[in-house]
């Protein structure tokens, strides 16, 4: 039996053929095509070179803040003696290293010279002080030659305007010629001008003008200065300890002339020693009385000595000269335990702790580098490098505290090199903690 069939049961017309061998084409390209990229990758992956790197842990320490400089000891309390005036040292009591009390007497300059200013001076204020006292507060003796001249005046007065009385009646009288009348007229006014003058020099001398008693005070004034300074240097001729100490120095020798303001010698106390150190400006700000002070010294190698800032100068003062010049602010401390093996004139070295010691997450500085403006650091991730942004300051010379951006336990690449970006495969080659980098 024959069927017959529809022709168009077995056949495909030309243009469904081509549409579907087109779209299996296609399919297969892009199926070869994601498996050629996804291949691409896994090559890339494989073939990629890890950037060797060092890492440390992210970890606590106690960091104590502090600012170090330089310093020279020097006594707390020391007199020092000049010469007041150009003269022969005359005598010394004492040598260098004695032990002084104060109100002893160490030695003195030869006085004859000064001693003649003194009187000299002393004349001088006495005779500024008698005339003082005859312009500002005359007595009664002072007073009575210019109140006689005064009497006198007037009874003189009085005896010419007498004579002109009369010589005017013998005029009238026709006794006597018109010039012996004007004789008389001329030495009545004489006279009333002589008493009007004693009279004004009396009433100037009970109450002299204010300009003329100023200028005589003011030259009392200048004789006392005058004689105090002579009484002093007279005194200072002679060198008086004010204090307990020791002879720390003498400059010079007795029987040498010695110019004036020379030093001679100098007494202080070495139980109480000060250290005068210049600090940056930089660390200025952060150094106040009464911080706790380490001092060591070149002089004792094993022992270290504790002190506390004493004052911090109100005012910074530039040092050097040229590309040398800086600025910096005077520090004085104050040695607690201050022992006969410190000596004044040695050089130590200061620690000043400006901020106690404290727990805090620390990095070492070298993890921390600048991207872009920012502070940043590398996170070691499962062989990845992850850039984080982080907010650091100083803790101390090898450490910056991380205020914010990483925790305790994380890893942080060390000197991250230039080509490290962010996802950068890296490959840890040192796991050193950073405590033990440190030490």
Do not use: C, H
């Not at 994601?34 to 090559?43: A, F």
């Not at 060797?52 to 170090?68: C, K, R």
């Not at 204010?210 to 200065?225: H, N």
């Not at 307990?244 to 004036?260: C, F, K, N, Y």
């Amino acid at each position: 039996m024959i069927l017959n069939l529809p022709k168009a049961a077995f056949s495909v017309g030309p243009l469904s053929f081509v549409r579907n061998r087109w779209k299996v084409l296609l399919g297969a390209g892009l199926v070869l095509l994601v498996l050629g990229l996804v291949i691409l990758n896994l090559v890339r992956a494989r073939s990629e070179v890890a950037v060797p790197v060092s890492s440390v842990v992210v970890e606590t320490q106690e960091i104590e803040n502090a600012v170090f400089a330089t310093g020279t000891l020097e006594p707390a309390e020391q007199q020092e003696f000049y010469a007041v005036t150009a003269a022969i040292l005359d005598e010394l009591l004492v040598r260098e290293g004695d032990q002084v009390k104060k109100g002893d007497v160490l030695g003195s300059l030869e006085t004859k010279a000064l001693t003649a200013e003194l009187l000299n001076a002393e004349a001088a204020l006495a005779k500024q002080r008698a005339l003082w006292r005859e312009t500002v507060q005359p007595n009664s003796e002072e007073l009575a030659p210019d109140e006689a001249f005064v009497r006198q005046a007037k009874a003189q007065l009085q005896l010419a305007e007498a004579d002109l009385e009369r010589t005017q009646f013998l005029f009238d009288q026709g006794a006597v010629p018109e010039v012996d009348l004007e004789k008389a007229k001329a030495l009545v006014l004489q006279r009333e001008s002589e008493y009007e003058t004693a009279q004004y020099r009396l009433r100037i001398k009970k109450s002299p003008p204010a300009a003329e008693v100023e200028s005589v005070e003011a030259q009392l004034r200048q004789a006392e200065a005058a004689y105090e300074l002579a009484r002093e240097r007279l005194a200072k001729a002679v060198f008086r300890a004010e204090i307990d100490g020791v002879v720390l120095s003498i400059d010079t020798e007795v029987g040498r002339p010695v110019s004036a303001g020379e030093r001679v010698l100098v007494v202080g106390r070495v139980d109480a020693l000060d250290v005068r150190a210049n600090i940056i400006e930089a660390d200025s700000g952060r150094i106040e009385p009464e911080q706790e002070v380490r001092l060591t010294s070149a002089a004792l190698p094993d022992k270290e000595f504790s002190g506390r800032v004493l004052r911090v100068a109100p005012t910074a003062r530039k040092s050097g000269g040229g590309q040398a010049e800086q600025v910096g602010v005077t520090v004085t401390a104050r040695v607690d335990d201050a022992q006969e093996s410190l000596r004044p004139g040695y050089t130590v070295d200061l620690t000043i702790v400006t901020n106690p010691l404290r727990e805090v997450t620390v990095v070492p500085y070298e993890a921390v580098v600048e991207r872009e403006g920012e502070k940043v650091v590398f996170v070691a991730d499962q062989g990845k490098a992850v850039l984080r942004r982080v907010e650091v300051r100083p803790a101390n010379e090898l450490y910056l505290e991380v205020v914010s951006g990483l925790e305790v336990g994380e890893r942080v690449v060390l000197s991250p090199p230039e080509k490290l970006e962010d996802g950068s495969k890296i490959k840890d080659i040192s796991n050193t903690p950073a405590r033990e980098r440190g030490q």
